[in-house]
C-alpha cells in the first residue's frame, strides 16, 4: 500500500549509503518515516520585524537588502571577520560574519535577503552575528526547523524533505475513507505533508496539523479499539441483586456517598447480561480499596470469584490484608498471591483457587499467567492500571469466562484521555476525601534547609508519628546520585539515632521489602528511607510526614502520588520537597504542589508544563509513541477522532474492507512500532 514510500531513504536523490547511516540515528529508514519526521518548530518570515522596533537579545526575523560590503577584516591568523551593511529603510544593521566567507560571498549589494538571528547592541548601533540568511527572491516564507544528528544540516534535511515529497505526489496514497474526509473537513494527506513542512503561511499549517494529528488520534483509537472488540463478544456472567448491607455495617467507617455510589454502579453493571468495563477514578486517599472490597463481597454473594491486581508485591500484600480485614469476618476467604511465593505453595495455592476454596484472590501479575485457572472467576479489579500495559490488560480479559472489569486509578487523567486509554470505560468517581482528612502543609526548600527539614521529622516522630523520606533511587545509579543504603546509614546513626529506621528499595527481595512494610505497619519503625517503591498506594495512616529529595527529578503526579502517602489519617501532614537544583522552572513548579492538593489539577498542570511528551514518554499509560498529536492541547480532535473510529469499526469491527486496508496499515504500523520501542 506504502508503495514508493516504504523505499529505504537511501533511494531518494541526494541521499546515499553515507547519509542514510545518519538518518538511522534519527529513527528515520524509509520515505515514509522521513515524511513523518515532523518539524520542531517554525521561522515564520511573513511577518518580518523592522529593524527599528525589533527587540534587543532575542531571535528576529529580519527582511531587507544588502546597501554596503566592508573589506574583510584579519583578527589573528585563521580568525577573519566580515562586516555587512543592512537595512530595510526603518534603520541599518551590521551583519557580522566570522570566517565563513562563502555567506559573505553570497550576500549581494542591492539583493533582499531575509535574517534570521540574534540582535545586539544598542539603539544607535544594532549587530546582528552570524545570522541565517536566506534570499528572499527564493525561500519558502515559512521554514521548517528539524531534529537533527551531527552530519545532516537543516539545509540537506529540507532539500532531502522535498525530494521525498516528490516521490508522495508521484502516486495517490490517501489512507482516510472519502467520506471520513468530507465528514470531518479534513485537506488530503498529500496537502497535509506538503505544508506541515513548508506552509505558505500559519494558516495553511493548522490545517495540515490538524489532519495529521487526527490521523494520529484516529489511528490510536482504532487500535484501543480493536484490541477491546476482542473481549467484547462473549457475555460475562450475570449477577443477581443481593444485599450487601452487612458489608456497610461491618465496615469501621461509614463511606463517603461517592463511594456507595460507585459501589452502586458496580453492583447495577454486574446485574447486566453483558461485562461491567468501569474505572473508579479517585485521587490518592479517597478510598478505592473500600470501593473494591464492596464489590467484590457483591460478587462473593453471587458465588463468583474476584481477582485484584496490584503493580507491586508490596501493595498485593496490603490489599490482601485490607480486604481481608474487611471481607473475612463475613465469611469470604481470601488470598495472597504472588510471584514470588516458594513454587510449591504457590502451586497449593492454585490447586485451591481452581476448587473454588477462596472467593477472593489478591495477587501481582503472576495472577496473569496462564496457568492460574478459576473455578468461577466473576470479577477482575486492576488497582493502578495505568502502570499495566496495554497487553497484559487484553491478557486478563481472557482469563474466566469474560469476566466484569474494574479499574482503579489514581491518576487523574482528564475524561477524554481516559476514554482514549481504557476505550469505553464507564467512570465512576470520588470527589470527597474521607471526613476529617486534612491538607498536607506542603513545602519546597533548597538542601541547605535539610538539617531544618530533618528537626521537622523528628517532632513529628516525637509526638509518636511516622514518617517517611524517599531518596534517590537505587535504580537510577547515577554517579552523583547517594546509594540510598549509605544515605539511609547516615540518617539511622546521625539525626534519627535515637529512632528505628528502616530500609526498602527495589533491589530488595520481596520477602525482605514485605518484612519492612510489615514492621512499618506495625510501628516497629519509626522512619521509612525508601526509594519511590513507595509511591503507589501505600496506606500507613499513623505516618504523618514524608521528606521527598531531589524532588525536582519528579513530575508534579508523581509527587502528589508520594504525598498521598500522608495525610490518610486524622493527623496534621506535612510533606517537605527538598531540592539542590532550585532554578526559577523548578520552584515554580514545586510551588503548584505547596498551593494545590487537587490531583486533577495537579495532573493539568503537569501536562501543561512536561508536556504529553514526558507524560506518556515513560509509557505508563501503555500508549504508542505519538509523532505530532499532543494529548494535552488536541481534546478536541481527540473527541471526534475516537468518534470517527466508533463508527467505522460499527460498519467494519476488523477493518477488512478495501477502503480500510491502508488505516488497518497504519493501525498496526502504530502499535508495531510501540512494541518494537519497548
Ligand atoms: P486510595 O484511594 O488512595 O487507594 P485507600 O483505599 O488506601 O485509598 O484508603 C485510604 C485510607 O482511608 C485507608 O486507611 C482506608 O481504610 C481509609 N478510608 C477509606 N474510606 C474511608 C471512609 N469513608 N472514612 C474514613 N476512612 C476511610
Ligand atoms: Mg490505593
Redesign the pocket.
Known sequence: MLGELAKPVMYLSGVGPKKSELYEKLGIHTVYDLLYHFPRYYIDMNDPQSIRDAPLGEQVVLKGRVVRKLPEGRIRRGLSVYKVIFTDDTADVTIVIYNAAYLYKMLEVGHEYYLVGKLTGNMIRREINSPQVYPAADTDPVQPVYRLTEGITQNQLRINMHSALQSLSGFIYEPLPAEIMREYELCSLHYAMQNVHFPTDMHTLELAKSRLVFDELLTLALGMLMMKSRSRERAGCTMRAESIEDYYEALP????SG?KNAINDCISDMQKNYPMNRLIQ?D???????VAAGAAYFAFKNGCQTALMAPTEILAAQHYE?LAGFLEPLGVKVVLLTGSMTAKKKEKIKEDIAAGEYAVVVGTHALVQASTVFKKLGLVITDEQHRFGVEQRALLAEKGDNPHKLV?S?TPIPRTLALMIYGDLDISVLKEL??GRQPVETYAVTGKLRERAFGYVRQYLEEGRQGYIVCPMIEENAGDLRDVKSYAKDLSEGVFKDYKVGLLHGRMSPESKEKVMKSFKAHELDLLVSTTVVEV?V?V?NAAVIVIENADRYGLSQLHQLR?RVG?GEHKSSCILITDNPTEDVVQRLKILSKSHDGFEISQEDLRLRGPGDFFGSRQHGLPKLKIADMSQDMEVLMRAQEAAKKLMSSDPQLEAPENSSLKELVEHLFEQNVSND
Open positions: 467507617f461509614e463511606l463517603t463511594q479517585g490518592v486517599g479517597s478510598g478505592k480499596t473500600a485490607t482503579m489514581a474521607p471526613k498506594g496506606d495512616p498521598g490518610r
